[in-house]
């Protein structure tokens, strides 16, 4: 079955760094795309940053622009989220998600987008 793993999550001060992993196993081929979502207390999920399989092609929300950076090691299977500059507001449960659909109608920051989810990994940052 498959499976997303998620680690590397913590607390930290504002300003500081974490480097989130997303480790996935059982899936036959690589999945179009995998993404990371984080939902705060008391908020709706929301899209954090994404990246294709096939080209390497990264994507993130206005908030995390030059903050934060997507990668993948294809040979370990894993997905990385390297957050700098962290601020209080980027507090939040941490979730890995794969796409296995094709493009057709893929709207990168929808939840409806994504077939598959990992348990999460809780962010904390002090002020």
């Known amino acids: 079955e498959v499976q997303l793993v998620e680690s590397g999550g913590g607390l930290v001060q504002a300003g500081g760094s974490l480097r989130l992993s997303c480790a996935a196993s059982g899936f036959t081929s690589d999945a179009y795309a995998i993404g990371w979502f984080r939902q705060a207390p008391g908020k709706e999920r929301e899209g954090v940053s994404c990246?294709?399989?096939?080209?390497?092609?990264?994507y993130y929300v206005d908030s995390v622009k030059g903050r934060f950076t997507i990668s993948r090691d294809n040979a370990k299977n894993t997905v990385y989220l390297q957050m700098n500059s962290l601020k209080p507001e980027d507090t939040a449960i941490y979730y890995c998600t794969a796409r296995d659909r094709s493009a057709l109608r893929f709207s990168k920051w929808m939840l409806s987008s994504w077939d598959y989810w990992g348990q999460g990994t809780q962010v904390t940052v002090s002020s």
């Open positions: 990246i294709r399989s096939s080209d390497g092609s990264t």
